[in-house]
Nanobody, 125 residues
């Protein structure tokens, strides 16, 4: 599975951006897809996940502001980011997991098998 992110850029605080993640390769065994982010000198952190049966979960820091969605026909995952804060500035990564027997929380970096190269989001005040 190959993942490529699009849509990063510069936004003002309070503004919006939409990220896209295009998946290719053997995607039929993907169990969940997620967004993570890594700010300057910070650990990579969970943002949002969506499983193949439609379950979604969000980090507390983005609940009510970010929305994860997907288009199966286009093999694309989205992250709509509204009411951006300066602390949302980070490189955003798309990730995919293919373990059909997984039963965890999907919030850890090690839960995922495939990663995109990342796209930079910068929010100015």
């Amino acid at each position: 599975v190959q993942l490529v992110e699009y849509g990063g850029g510069l936004a003002q605080a309070g503004g919006s951006l939409r990220l896209s993640c295009q998946a290719s390769g053997i995607t039929s065994n993907v169990n969940a897809m997620a967004w993570f982010r890594q700010g300057p000198e910070k650990e990579r952190e969970f943002v949002a996940v969506m499983t193949s049966d439609g379950w979604k979960n969000y980090a507390d820091s983005v609940k009510g502001r970010f929305t994860i969605s997907g288009d199966n026909a286009k093999n694309t995952l989205y992250l709509q980011m509204n009411n951006l804060y300066t602390e949302d500035t980070a490189t955003y990564y798309c990730a995919a997991q293919s373990d059909q027997f997984y039963s965890g929380t999907y919030v850890y970096v090690n839960d995922y098998d495939y990663w995109g190269q990342g796209t930079q989001v910068t929010v100015s005040s």
